[in-house]
């Protein structure tokens, strides 16, 4: 009997003594200067030369480049595909608010991974009344924007949506129940004057979308398309990989050199069980991404308290940093990523425009005074190749096939859009403002690489630059016949 009380009195000892090293584990506060360090928070940009170059992009956008998605309604076409166009989705027009938002890091995983610790990690919010709710149950349900701003408060998603001067008003066409389920957080934030965070509700295998009320795979979509940097979350306990985590890293397709994976809560393993966890984590996720180089696995515990006892610190240190190195390249490099975005944009407006101009030319040189029209058109939208639609294209520029949209996009298209709304690109002309084509075609050769090599030897961009306008030089046509 005392033997038995004994051995009692000493395993109540042993789970207190494992308690308090638990405790006193989770109540150390870890050293967090390294992050002020490696984003160089305390560096003051130079404003001015930035404000320069978005004021010189917005206006290659507005003269060069919109004039021709408006005329050619390229905001109304329609892609089948997710992944025709990685990074964009196809019709979607870029904004002001676009051009001069902060580069985007969207954090994506399942439930109570620590996405919403981390981001309370990197901007120092724990313990103060403005951090984001974390738990062990799901706890995120809204779209979070955290943003800068003057003062802390909070915006809905309603109001979002409404202001022409953020980047979110196309979020409304995803309806009113996903616009309740969207907030914006705005603070004062060294961080957050360069780069804006999204938090996302977890992914939970055992829901259907219609449980969520508005179309959730859409509308993480909408935030893949616009994210500088995508960090995917998941913690030893959730490895596997259901439905909905699959459907996921399908969206991610094409946009492989953006994601970083992220192991995160590693210090509860001994390096051992960390080693086994991190082979399965590759086993699982290998069928998803099928590309030749994986993304990177940043291996860390992402929260503001000590790594636990006998563990890597100083591994789990370093791939923090490592981790904190990309976040700064993304913000380094926003200006010529931005420059970059419009770029690739005018050249899909370019193809447009080319394509929509191909159908109405086709369309006039089968047409006789007896031909029905709606019969001649339809024939030339149903079988396109037939007409040598796309492939006058290729052969007539040095347009890629790859950058080609897909065919029903453009039944679709005309369906909504007849034909004769359009006018052929030699049409499209004026004495003083010129042809639609010369000036995206200088905009995509000339102004925006020029702007782009400004940027890049450090060098302010003026809005007078001869570099950037040619000085009055007719740019040279390599589209149109001579």
């Known amino acids: 009997m005392k033997g038995t009380v004994w051995i009692c009195c000493l395993l109540s000892l042993l789970l207190l003594q494992a308690t308090a090293e638990e405790e006193d584990h989770t109540s150390v506060l870890r050293d967090t200067s390294h992050i002020d360090e490696t984003l160089r928070l305390a560096t003051e940009e130079r404003a001015s030369d930035f404000a320069a170059a978005i004021q010189k992009l917005r206006k290659i956008y507005h003269t060069s480049i919109k004039p021709m998605e408006q005329a050619y309604k390229y905001n109304e076409l329609r892609q089948h595909e997710i992944s025709a166009y990685p990074g964009r989705t196809l019709g979607d027009s870029a904004t002001d608010g676009e051009i001069t938002s902060k580069p985007m890091v969207l954090f994506l995983g399942p439930w109570s991974v620590g996405k919403s610790s981390m981001i309370n990690y990197l901007l120092g919010l724990h313990d103060s009344p403005y951090q984001l709710y974390t738990g062990a149950e799901p706890t995120t349900s809204e779209f979070t924007v955290i943003m800068h701003g003057e003062k802390i408060r909070s915006v809905e998603g309603i109001v979002m949506a409404a202001d022409s001067s953020r980047s979110f008003s196309p979020l409304e066409k995803f309806g009113q129940n996903f616009l309740e ?17 999204v938090d996302t509700p977890g992914i939970i295998e ?47 397709k094409g946009r492989e050199s953006q994601i970083r994976i992220i ?3 590693a210090d509860n393993l001994a390096t051992q069980d960390l080693m086994r966890v991190y082979g399965a984590l590759f086993w699982s996720l ?23 006892p006998d563990t890597s610190r100083e591994l789990f240190k370093r791939e923090e940093i490592s ?7 993304v913000i380094e490099n926003r200006m010529e990523n931005k420059i970059a975005f419009i770029r690739q944009h005018g050249i899909r407006v370019r193809i447009h425009g080319l394509l929509v101009d191909r159908y109405v030319q086709t369309f006039k040189e089968k ?12 024939e030339i939208v149903d079988d396109p190749d037939k007409f040598y639609i796309f492939k006058s294209i290729l052969a007539k520029t040095n347009v890629s096939k790859f950058d080609l949209p897909n065919r029903d996009a453009y039944r679709d298209f005309f369906g909504i859009n007849p034909i004769a709304n359009f006018k052929p690109l030699s049409a499209q002309c004026s004495y003083i403002g010129g042809c639609l084509l010369d000036k995206i075609e200088k905009a995509i050769t000339t102004e925006l690489p020029a702007l782009l090599s400004s940027i890049n030897s450090g060098k302010q961009p003026g809005l007078s630059s001869c570099e950037a306008t040619g000085c009055g030089e007719k740019p040279k046509n390599r589209y149109r016949k001579n």
């Open 323 to 329: 981790l904190l190195e990309d976040l700064n390249q």
């Open 206 to 252: 055992n829901r259907k979308q219609q449980e969520r009320g508005y179309p959730f795979n859409d509308v993480c979509q909408w935030f893949i398309d616009r994210a500088d940097l995508i960090f995917v979350v998941f913690d030893p306990t959730k490895l596997d990989v259901g439905l909905e985590l699959e459907m996921l890293f399908k969206q991610l």
């Open 367 to 378: 047409m006789s005074f007896f031909s029905d029209p709606e019969l001649v058109f339809q």
């Open 181 to 197: 389920k969207l907030i914006g957080i705005e603070m004062p934030h060294k961080l957050l004057e360069r780069v804006t965070f």
């Open 286 to 308: 290998a069928p998803l991404i099928n590309v030749t180089e994986p993304p990177r696995v940043y291996v860390s515990s992402f929260w503001p308290y000590d790594y636990a």
């Open 263 to 265: 192991l995160n809560k």
